[in-house]
C-alpha cells in the first residue's frame, strides 16, 4: 500500500487510483488532468452502465471551488449532510474541459470518512471520482488503477442524489 505522498505523486502524474470510503469503491483521478479524466470516462463507457462522476471534497468549503455559481444552500446542504448525499449544481469549473463537454453539470459529494477527507485535504483539492457503490473493485479496474486508500465499511451506504437549481429548486434523483 502506497502512503498518501506516494498517491498524491500518482494523481499529480494523471494515474488512476482506487479509493474506498462510506459508499463503496471508486476509481479516482485529478480533476483538471485531461488524460486521467479521459481514461475515467472511457472506464465510465467501457463499464456498460450509468455511473454518474462526481467530484469527492474534504468539506463544504470546497465545494465553492466547483461550482460556477453556487445556490445560496448549496454549502449548507453539503456541509450538514450526516448519511452520503450526492448534489448536481448546474454548472462546473475548475475542472478537465473533457469532463465538462459531457457533463456541463456538476456532482459533487463530501467524504464522511476522515482518512478520506485526510487525503482529500493533503491533497488540496477535490478528486474526480467514479462511483461503483460496491464493497470490491469491479475487474475492469484492476488495470487501470495503480493504488489506493480507504476501506470499504462492513454496511455500503448509496448517497442520496439531488439536482440543486441555481434559485434553490431541489430534485431528489435518488433518496
Known sequence: MQTPRELNHLLRQGKLIG?????GFSVACDPLHDEAVGR???????????LLP????QDAFQVGVYVLKMPEVG????????????????????VSQVLLDKYPEIAIRKSLTPDIQHF???Y???????PFEVSMPP??????????IGQV?????????????LHGQVEFIRR
Open 124 to 130: 488540496g483539492k477535490g478528486l474526480l471520482t467514479l
Open 153 to 165: 465499511l462492513n454496511t455500503i451506504k448509496k448517497p442520496e442524489i439531488m439536482r440543486l437549481g
Open 120 to 122: 482529500i485535504g493533503g
Open 19 to 23: 479509493l474506498a470510503d462510506e459508499t
Open 54 to 57: 462526481t467530484i469527492l471534497v
Open 139 to 148: 475487474k475492469q479496474t484492476q488495470d487501470l488503477i495503480e493504488g489506493g
Open 75 to 94: 454549502h449548507d446542504l453539503v456541509e450538514f449532510a450526516r448519511k452520503p448525499l450526492t448534489v448536481i449544481f448546474d454548472a462546473g469549473k475548475n
Open 40 to 50: 475515467l470516462l472511457q472506464l465510465q463507457f467501457d463499464m456498460g452502465h450509468i
